[in-house]
């Protein structure tokens, strides 16, 4: 009997160690996402899976999941820590320098002119004119970005990695 359990158990093993190592990655690497809204139109039509990365290095542009207390945000980054960031006339400008805004849809709002810490990033949506993002919410700390994403993997015919 003894041996019967031994058995079964090394003939389960491999099944076991399969599921340990899909949620160990699911957990602490990569997991889907779905998006949800229409903030980040054009780049983002509301309806796509992606997969999001939570141990990439975050870099102006990127695209970010941010866990508020309500929801979960995807948004885009323009401030890194220590930046001052600042939008005029529907211009961005970060450490006085106007920059290129290639992912704006609608007129971007004016935002007085802060100073990010250390550990903060100045996040916004790609459609300006519905998103909430840190015109509304602030700026966002970097634990409670969950990771960037760039690579949709549903629907099918937009398969890949997202352009910058």
């Given at each position: 009997m003894k041996e019967k359990i031994i058995k079964n158990i090394k003939e389960l093993m491999p099944y076991i160690i399969i599921l340990l190592v899909i949620a160990f990655v699911r957990t602490?690497?990569?997991?889907?996402?779905?998006?949800?809204?229409?903030?980040m139109f054009q780049t983002l039509n509301g309806?796509?899976?992606?997969?999001?990365?939570?141990?990439?290095?975050?870099?102006?542009?990127?695209?970010?999941v941010v866990d508020t207390k309500d929801d979960e945000?995807?948004?885009?980054?323009y401030?890194?820590?220590?930046?001052k960031i600042a939008i005029q006339n529907s211009n961005i400008y970060i450490?006085?320098?106007?920059?290129e805004?290639?992912?704006?849809y609608g007129n971007t709002n004016s935002y007085d002119a802060i100073t990010l810490k250390e550990d903060e990033?100045?996040?916004?949506?790609?459609?300006?004119?519905?998103?909430?993002?840190?015109?509304?919410?602030?700026?966002?700390?970097?634990?409670n970005i969950k990771g960037t994403t760039d690579f949709i993997i549903y629907p099918f015919n937009r398969f890949?990695?997202?352009k910058k």
């Open positions: 602490f690497i990569i997991t889907p996402i779905k998006v949800n809204g229409s903030s309806k796509e899976y992606m997969l999001l990365n939570k141990l990439g290095h975050i870099d102006r542009y990127d695209i970010v945000l995807i948004k885009r980054v401030g890194l820590p220590g930046e450490n006085d320098k106007k920059i805004d290639k992912y704006a990033y100045f996040v916004l949506g790609d459609n300006r004119l519905v998103s909430l993002d840190s015109r509304t919410i602030g700026p966002v700390k970097k634990k890949g990695i997202l």
